[in-house]
């Protein structure tokens, strides 16, 4: 909560100089990133440290719990959250406001409004679980994560058992799971020669000069139209041939589930694949320019403090080589896609209850998961070799 309230303070107050306020680098780095990898190689920490969570138990148990005025509509499920996700994805991929420390200070005041007035009216526990993202977002990577908490013991478990499921997502939980999946991707495609090509070749189009002249005269920039309608597209194709390759698993399967089930049943599976991607692609990111916290820590506001006499700390670019990057990609990725063909596998014995149908199931999704281990294999090598 110190922290929290200190970025939000420094986002205000402090130097609006991305690089002289601790905010960014925090946020972008340190948290977003950060926490990712600890949710996923040990365990659900931001469920401890969630300042949203834990200001509001404060409330509760200073004032009284609140009487939920409504209950939560199961229709509802985890859209909210998909639908904040989907924006904060806009803010980190998009918007050229991601690095403002003000921007950055208002959206989070505003998203804090959000949370509490959703945990306010359907309750603590079901906002967290269905509307506030990042407990979505870190509780979800923490499933793989070899040690799992069961009531009020830690215990410990296999890499990735925590993705089984007993009954299978729903519809908003599924396209929540691919959504994660498609922006970490979406990410590594932006920095890719082919998507520089897609640009230019859209800058130059003819049938687009006049959509690009009309959004020049409302002063709004045609390369951020272009990205955010590509951020909303490509999670839609991934649902679409996620949903094709589960309709033939249902057939091949024998035909007795439903595809929708299929589909719910096995999106978690997919998950190990997005987890080493993510480790993969933001490992670099991670250790150089995280090492930015350090001379910030000691000028959190810019003001020209030297708290701690790291000020003068310079960043080591030599930490980590494109040969690291590139055999630890590898070798992650890999991991990543054979413990997601297990996950799936055990999967597939639960839900087609004859051997042969479950086996002939897997075939789909072993193609799946190849095609989608190749891409993320290249959409790594091309901002190494190039």
Known sequence: VVIFGLMVIAGLFGDPDPSKNILPTFLWVVWWVGMAFISALFGNLWAL?????????????MFGSFRHTRNYPIWLGR????????????????????????????????????????????????????????????????????????????????????????????????????????????????????????????????????????????????????KSIALI??????????????????????????????VGYFVMSLVPIAIAYHISHYLSYLLITGQKIIPLISDPFGFGWDLFNTVGYQVDISIVNAKIVWYTAVITIVIGHVLAVYIAHVMATRVFTERDAALRSQMPMLILMVAYTMISLWVMSQPIVN
Request: aromatic share 16%.
């Open 49 to 61: 440290v969630n300042p949203w969570k834990v200001l509001f138990s404060w409330f509760e148990t």
């Open 79 to 226: 859209w909210p959250a998909v639908i904040l996700f989907l924006a904060f994805a806009w803010l980190e991929l998009v918007s050229e406001q991601a690095a403002h420390p003000a921007t950055l200070a208002i959206l989070i005041i505003t998203y804090s409004g959000i949370t509490w007035f959703g945990m306010a009216i359907f309750g603590r526990v079901t906002w967290l679980e269905n509307g506030e993202i990042f407990t979505a977002f870190y509780g979800l990577f923490a499933r793989f994560a070899p040690i799992a908490r069961n009531a009020e013991r830690l215990d410990l478990q296999l890499p990735a058992m925590g993705l089984l499921d007993e009954r299978p997502a729903s519809f908003s939980a599924v396209c929540f799971v691919l959504l994660l999946l498609t922006t970490v991707t979406f990410d590594g495609i932006l920095e890719t020669p082919m998507w520089l090509g897609i640009l230019d070749r859209v800058s130059n189009s003819l049938t687009m000069q006049s959509t690009a002249i009309a959004l020049q005269l409302t002063k709004t920039d045609f390369i951020v139209v272009v």
């Open 233 to 262: 597209v490509f999670p839609c194709i991934f649902l679409g041939i996620f949903y094709v390759f589960s309709h033939a698993m249902a057939v091949f399967g024998g035909g007795r589930v439903p595809t929708s089930d299929v």
